[in-house]
């Protein structure tokens, strides 16, 4: 029976990538975004692939909107056996004391709060199916530490927090949960990023040891290895992929 996977921020960059390289492996997917036009694109690709996939309009930040992302998903599919818990925003740029409050609750509502809500519903349904992976996406900006994008590498440490913590409690229910850290990587979210703050995309390239940004078909593969059963044994790990960019910080 096909494996069924539900991706937020699937409209775009690294969730889209991700659906269209699983949907080569059979997996049916669940694509949620705020953004109905990209979000439909993807569903497009997944079934120009041969896999079956239904979009979901949500605001991930908004609960109510997360739990019937999950119910749509388990009344459409019958089950959730991937969850990459991926939607997010960067931030402005600026330091931190030019920040807005607005700002803060902005980028930790879509990005940390959103995924906290994700984890909640999807870990129910894998918890009673006795099975489940979930990938959650932080950053590189979630194991170091960066000028410019402090409230963002807030909300990715918490990612990280929130990926160990749920082993701790659920590995034994059958679930593995990791996270990602991607350097920056091409997608539409960094492209708008350096467009506005292009001293920083120069300062990326040039601190990135590969000399390049990454891209999302390479984030997508390492996302896939984690989801299936290749990495059943790979639980609460968060795996960079950087072009050595925090190795080298
Ligand atoms: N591109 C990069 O360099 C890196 C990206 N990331 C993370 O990867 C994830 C995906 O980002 P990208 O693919 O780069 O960006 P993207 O902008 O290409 O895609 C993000 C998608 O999330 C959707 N989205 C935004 N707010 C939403 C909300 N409130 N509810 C539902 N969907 C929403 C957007 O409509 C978009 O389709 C984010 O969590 C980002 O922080 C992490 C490290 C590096
Ligand atoms: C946007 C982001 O997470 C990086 C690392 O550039």
Known sequence: MSKVAIITGGGSGLGQATAVRLAEEGVNISVVDISEEGGNRTVEMVKDKGADAIFIKADVSKNEDVKNYVDETVSHFGTIDYFFNNAGISGSGKYFLDSDIDEIEKIVGINLLGALYGVRHVAEVMKKQGSGAIVNTASSAGVIGQDSVVIYSATKHGIIGLTKSMVAEYAKDGLRVNAIAPGPTETEMVRNFYKDNPEMKENAESGIPQK???????????????????????NGEVIRIDGGFTNVK
Do not use: D, N, Q
């Open 212 to 234: 390049r940004l990454g891209t999302p078909e390479e984030v997508a593969e390492l996302v896939t290895f984690l989801l299936t059963s290749k990495a059943e044994y790979i």
